[in-house]
């Protein structure tokens, strides 16, 4: 479409005949994408985004960069959930060439599995699991009873997804209007899980909003763990069962995170972090080899010390 169509589409004037081939963040947009700006702390990205026009409010519109069409309106978020679902893909592609499956790989009865999809070789798929469409399983890899791959997914070498696990799902993504109601952003990113993944039972790993949600090789993850979308795991952590991760975290190599712990969204952790169970994590952790326990979170040792004295005073 057309950035005029498009602007149309959401009552903004605009004369440009630009073709548009998605929505993007500042940062990643390229010179056919649309973007976004709602809040200020972001105004040093919007000074070097490459996108073709930003959603923006008019108090803002003077930092938009030369070569950038600001696209002027009071509810920038907003636009942007109304302008997603143009950019959605099909929920089932009706066209396309048929799945390849790679040597010696099995499946089982009751296995769907998408148009343009590419199946490994020496692959496991078992009864009742959907694969969807545009999806590439690599080689050597176990997919339990069960599991759902939404379309456009990717999942490497050597990976075990048990039973019950779905990757793909629509990460939690609304904007409110000025009554209240809720707008769907459609998520229309992906998931790419790289080589020697295991994922346990039950788990559910949203797709992106933008781009991809990215587990890398290495990765263990327990049974009923959520991972929100945009989230990136590093080489070889480890998520214990209920971790729950909000949207835009990112993990660093070889964090480990206990039982029901958990953090906020758009936060970073250094490599090597150990958050003991039911541990809050709301800010970043900048300093590596570190562990940390409680809400809100401080270093395990002091944890441990407040127990002892909280304790004793009950005594």
Request: glycine letters at 10%; a neutral charge; one cysteine or more.
């Given at each position: 479409m057309t ?9 903004i ?15 990643d947009s ?5 973007t976004?700006l709602?809040n ?6 919007l ?13 803002f ?31 089932i ?8 499956i790679?040597?010696l790989?099995?499946?089982?009865p009751n296995?769907?599995?998408g148009?343009n ?10 009864a ?36 019950g ?18 707008i769907?952003?459609?998520?229309n ?34 049974n009923?763990?959520?991972i929100g979308?945009?989230?990136k795991l590093?080489i ?8 729950g ?7 660093n190599?070889y ?12 936060l970073?952790?250094a ?15 900048t ?8 809400f809100p979170l ?18």
């Amino acid at each position: 479409m057309t950035l005029q169509e498009i602007a149309k589409s959401i009552n903004i004037k605009c004369d440009s005949t630009k073709k548009i081939s998605g929505l993007s963040t500042l940062v990643d947009s390229t010179q056919t994408e649309i973007t976004f700006l709602e809040n200020k702390k972001y105004l040093s990205d919007l000074k070097n985004t490459k996108a073709a026009a930003v959603l923006i409010n008019e108090k803002f519109a003077n930092e938009v960069p030369s070569g950038t069409i600001a696209l002027i309106c009071d509810e920038a978020y907003l636009n942007l959930a109304k302008l997603s679902k143009i950019f959605a893909a099909e929920v089932i592609e009706t066209e396309g060439e048929e799945p390849i499956i790679g040597s010696l790989t099995k499946l089982m009865p009751n296995v769907y599995i998408g148009k343009n999809s590419i199946i490994g070789s020496n692959c496991t798929i078992m009864a009742g699991a959907y694969i969807g469409d545009n999806v590439k399983i690599g080689n050597n890899t176990i997919i339990y009873p069960n599991v759902v791959v939404y379309r456009d997914c990717n999942i490497g070498n050597d990976c075990i997804i048990h039973a019950g696990t779905v990757i793909g799902s629509d990460g939690f993504g609304f904007a409110n209007t000025k009554d209240g109601k809720y707008i769907k952003i459609y998520q229309n990113g992906n998931v790419e899980i790289d080589n020697d993944v295991e994922i346990g039972a039950n788990c559910t790993i949203d797709r992106a909003v933008f781009k991809s949600t990215q587990i890398a090789s290495g990765v263990r993850i327990d049974n009923l763990v959520h991972i929100g979308h945009n989230c990136k795991l590093g080489i070889g952590c480890i998520l214990t069962g209920q971790v729950g991760l909000s949207g835009s975290t990112v993990l660093n190599q070889y964090v480990i995170m206990g039982g029901q712990s958990a953090t906020a969204g758009h936060l970073e952790i250094a490599p090597f972090t150990t958050i003991a169970a039911r541990g809050g994590v709301t800010k970043d952790i900048t300093e590596a080899k570190k562990s940390w326990a409680g809400f809100p979170l401080i270093e395990h040792r002091r944890w441990l010390k407040l127990q002892s004295k909280i304790a004793k005073l009950l005594k």
